[in-house]
């Protein structure tokens, strides 16, 4: 449970910088605001691209400080798991 506290802050902070105005009224359970993020390669996914699949968004805010270490240590943790699930995973 802990693992799915982490991962909603994350995708939370995430939609929070990508979409301040509508994220004013978003409330747990509610469908995610679409949005655009350019991976590692300069390659920019929407998230309606990956409507009916879970997607899972992990980053960090800082090295070297004793949360991102924990919820980093969550992540590998849970890895197998989120793969089993068949959801796409986005990572920083």
Same mark, same amino acid.
């Given at each position: 449970?802990?693992?799915?506290? +982490? %991962?909603? $802050?994350?995708?939370?902070? *995430? /939609? /929070?910088?990508?979409?301040?105005?509508? +994220?004013?009224? /978003?409330? *747990?359970?509610?469908?995610? &605001? !679409? @949005?655009? /993020?350019?991976?590692? !390669? !300069?390659?920019?996914?929407?998230?309606?691209?990956?409507?009916?699949?879970? $997607? *899972?968004?992990?980053?960090? &805010? =800082?090295?070297?400080? &004793?949360?991102?270490?924990?919820?980093?240590?969550? @992540?590998?943790?849970? $890895? =197998?798991? %989120? +793969?089993?699930? =068949?959801? $796409? *995973?986005?990572?920083?």
């Amino acid at each position: 449970m802990r693992f799915k506290s +982490i %991962i909603t $802050v994350s995708v939370m902070a *995430v /939609l /929070l910088t990508a979409s301040s105005s509508s +994220i004013a009224a /978003l409330k *747990v359970g509610d469908k995610a &605001p !679409n @949005f655009s /993020l350019q991976d590692q !390669n !300069n390659i920019t996914h929407t998230l309606s691209d990956y409507e009916g699949q879970w $997607v *899972v968004l992990y980053f960090y &805010p =800082k090295d070297d400080t &004793p949360g991102c270490t924990t919820q980093a240590c969550d @992540f590998r943790d849970a $890895v =197998k798991r %989120i +793969i089993a699930s =068949k959801s $796409v *995973v986005f990572w920083s």
